[in-house]
Nanobody
Framework: VQLQASGGGLVQPGDSLRLTCAAS????????MGWFRQAPGKEREFVAR????????SYTDSVKGRFTISRDNAKNTVYLQMNSLKPEDTAVYYC???????????????WGQGTQVTVSS
């Protein structure tokens, strides 16, 4: 499956952004989807994931209550709604697809190219 992330940008603290990941190729609905991020000088980290049928979601503690992951299997798309953004959310955000349900990076077989999110006043 090919993944294309978009929606990043430069915003101020407290603003919102919605990231979009469009999938093509293999059947999107067969995959659990995740969002990860990588800040400069840091390792890539898990942000959120959603199961194939949207029944379960999971978030890293630092984004709970601010970020929401969702998907539309009819549109082959997964979203990450980010509210109340903080400077520490600044990173390149990646979407990824996995046959397994989890948060470990090595579970994800397919990756998008990343979209930059910068939160700064």
């Amino acid at each position: 499956v090919q993944l294309q992330a978009s929606g990043g940008g430069l915003v101020q603290p407290g603003d919102s952004l919605r990231l979009t990941c469009a999938a093509s190729g293999r059947t999107f609905g067969n995959y659990n989807m995740g969002w990860f991020r990588q800040a400069p000088g840091k390792e890539r980290e898990f942000v959120a994931r959603i199961s194939r049928g949207s029944r379960t979601t999971s978030y890293t503690d630092s984004v709970k209550g601010r970020f929401t992951i969702s998907r539309d299997n009819a549109k082959n798309t997964v979203y990450l709604q980010m509210n109340s953004l903080k400077p520490e959310d600044t990173a390149v955000y990646y979407c990824a697809a996995s046959a397994e349900l989890g948060y470990q990076i090595n579970l994800y077989d397919y990756w998008g190219q990343g979209t930059q999110v910068t939160v700064s006043s």
